[in-house]
């Protein structure tokens, strides 16, 4: 085939050769399901508004109860708090576990191999009876004299024993989330940063850990969720103030827990919302440069028009050699 007829069968025009008409994909099946969900969704949002035995003016007098708002502040304290502590052991155990001394190795795996392999209400029992254990905590020399000596129950009371339990419990989970984050970066990394003279724990803080954050904070994100419903176990301490807890009491009071269980569900929704909203802002932050990299696909109707004049539509959507 010469160069003319090529020409020519690209243009469309002058070789008396016509260009397919593309006719849009039909999808039936979209609008059934859309159709089918619609009317899910509409079916319920009738039940919620015309099922009384919701008893929605008894959530509306509840859901701003000053108990319900006091509860909300500690079940956000129990998870910042306990967050905060697990985050700082998983870096440890993280960097434990990287560490070529196999003492350090040994002790982060079983330290994730005991918290990961206990279930947590049995952990928050054992810390609401830590006091039965050990009455007293004594500093001393192993087996010499005592230095010092506390009440248990005076240091570990029940808001202290659910921000430890918790936190020990999440930071095993937390661990293997952070050493699959340093895993992520190229050995490269480390080994170029080694020839420019720099410490290796230098190295971890500034270099890898800034680039295994892309990978470590949605699995975090999702598990400051887990703990902020994981907060509703304290009761096994016991602990009595958070919101699971006293909603329960009111619902018990007034003979109508499900009015009650709303409350406790609207409220964890709101948090957990808040939460994402915040999750998402910190991985845009740490996915600058890699994550916000994608091509913009081509335009359908552009890229028609371009092969009708002969042109060819770039990713843009505009015809090479033409303005957009």
């Known amino acids: 085939m010469s160069d003319r007829t090529v020409r020519e069968a690209q243009a469309g025009t002058d070789g008396g050769l016509d260009l397919i008409k593309a006719i849009p994909v039909r999808h039936p099946g979209r609008w059934v399901g859309a159709a089918v969900i ?4 509409a079916l319920v949002i009738q039940s919620l508004i015309t099922n009384k035995n919701f008893r929605w003016e ?7 109860d000053i108990l319900v708002l006091q509860s909300i502040g500690w079940t956000l304290l129990l998870t910042v708090a306990s967050m905060i502590i697990a985050i700082v052991l998983a870096i440890l155990l ?21 918290f990961r392999g206990t279930p947590v209400y049995t952990q928050l029992v054992f810390w609401g009876l830590v006091s039965v254990l050990y009455p007293k905590i004594v500093l001393g020399v192993p087996f010499g ?16 024993g659910a921000i430890v339990g918790l936190g020990l419990n999440e930071s ?4 293997e989330i952070f050493r699959a984050g ?30 295994a954050m892309r990978v470590i904070v949605p699995p975090t994100g999702n598990e400051t969720i887990g703990m902020l419903k994981t907060t509703s176990l304290v009761l096994a301490i016991p602990f009595t ?39 998402f802002y910190i991985e845009r932050y740490y996915g600058k440069g890699v994550d916000n990299i994608t091509h913009k696909p081509v335009k359908a109707t552009a890229a028609a028009a371009a092969a009708h004049a002969g042109g060819i539509p770039n990713s843009s959507g505009t015809v090479k050699g033409q303005q957009p």
């Open 182 to 211: 340093l895993k992520s970066v190229d050995n490269g990394q480390m080994e170029a940063a080694e020839a420019l003279g720099m410490r290796r724990s230098k190295i971890m803080w500034r270099i890898i850990l800034p680039q």
């Open 145 to 160: 004299p005592e230095w010092l000596s506390f009440d248990t129950q005076t240091i570990i009371t029940a808001l202290v």
């Open 172 to 175: 095993a989970y937390l661990a």
């Open 58 to 64: 008894t959530v509306g007098k509840y859901l701003f």
């Open 94 to 114: 993280a960097f434990m576990r990287q560490s070529e001394n196999p003492l350090f190795r040994y002790v982060s795996w079983a330290w994730v191999w005991f």
């Open 38 to 41: 619609l009317l899910f969704v």
């Open 241 to 279: 103030l958070d919101l699971t807890f006293v909603t329960n009491t009111i619902a018990n009071r007034t003979y109508l827990p499900i009015p009650l269980l709303i409350v406790a569900a609207i409220w964890y929704l709101v948090i957990t919302s808040l939460l994402m909203v915040g999750q």
